[in-house]
């Protein structure tokens, strides 16, 4: 069973930064496309970014792009998102996804897409 833990997560003013981590265990990551997803109070799960397990092609959010940035690192089982130029809008719980199966990255945009789920890592943007 493949279980990931984010953390970094926090409170940071606007224009700041922060960089959450997802860690894995149970399962190398390294053949797995792992997204990044958020979800606000009252609001859907939404998509963040998402990058693929071995050439490493990233798809963002269009209002996320240019502002944060997914990596992983197969040698640690861990996969990041930089978070720059944050906003007040960007406050909300985000979650770690992994998908085992191969797929074109379109597919990462949905949460459906993904078996296995991290509990979460809060991060509040004040104005």
């Known amino acids: 069973q493949v279980q990931l833990v984010e953390s970094g997560g926090g409170l940071v003013q606007a224009g700041g930064s922060l960089k959450l981590s997802c860690a894995a265990s149970?399962?190398?990551?390294?053949?797995?496309?792992m997204g990044w997803f958020r979800q606000a109070p009252g609001k859907e799960r939404e998509f963040v970014a998402g990058?693929?397990?071995?050439?490493?092609?990233?798809l963002y959010a269009d209002s996320v792009n240019n502002r944060f940035t997914v990596s992983r690192d197969n040698a640690k089982n861990t996969v990041y998102l930089q978070m720059n130029s944050l906003k007040p809008e960007d406050t909300a719980a985000y979650y770690c996804?992994?998908?085992?199966?191969?797929?074109?990255?379109?597919?990462?945009?949905?949460?459906?897409?993904?078996?296995?789920w991290g509990q979460g890592t809060q991060v509040t943007v004040s104005s």
């Open positions: 996804a992994a998908r085992t199966a191969q797929s074109i990255l379109a597919v990462l945009t949905t949460p459906g897409s993904y078996d296995y």
């Open positions: 990058i693929t397990p071995r050439v490493g092609r990233t």
């Open positions: 149970g399962r190398t990551l390294s053949d797995s496309s």
